[in-house]
């Protein structure tokens, strides 16, 4: 079974990392540039889960997160929040908004494969 995952990122290298991690693992890697981005490219899909940044422009991690749990049909899509912030506050607001799961960058492909499955599977 392919996983579907949306991962949205300002960091063009960041979202090739990500894809060039996910696809050798069978996953389907749909990218956004920021929230806003995000939000569009999901109104055509379905994702099993999401992984964002925090800081991006237009809208960040955290309005992303809102807007997501905002729809019903994604209100229960895991999303793992991918980021180099570490701060115990940002991961409890993240948690707060409903996010599902905290990585910080840079991410071992082997444990951000496994969190997804984890949290999709």
């Known amino acids: ?7 949205v990122d300002d960091s063009r290298t960041m979202r090739d990392m990500i894809r060039l991690a996910l696809l050798p693992a069978g ?10 981005h995000g939000i569009e490219v999901l109104s055509g899909i379905t994702p099993d889960a999401i992984i964002t940044d925090i800081n ?3 809208m960040d991690g955290f309005g992303f997160i809102d807007a997501v749990r905002g729809q019903e049909e994604h209100r229960a899509t895991p999303i793992l929040v ?12 993240a948690r707060h908004a409903g996010a599902t799961g905290w990585i910080v960058k840079p991410f071992d492909p082997s444990k951000l494969i496994k969190a997804l499955q984890m949290v999709a599977g």
């Open 1 to 7: 079974m392919t996983l579907e995952i949306l991962a």
């Open 27 to 36: 996953f389907n890697v749909h990218t956004a540039d920021d929230g806003v």
């Open 56 to 58: 991006m422009p237009r």
């Open 82 to 93: 991918l980021t180099t912030e570490a701060a115990p506050e940002l991961k409890a607001r």
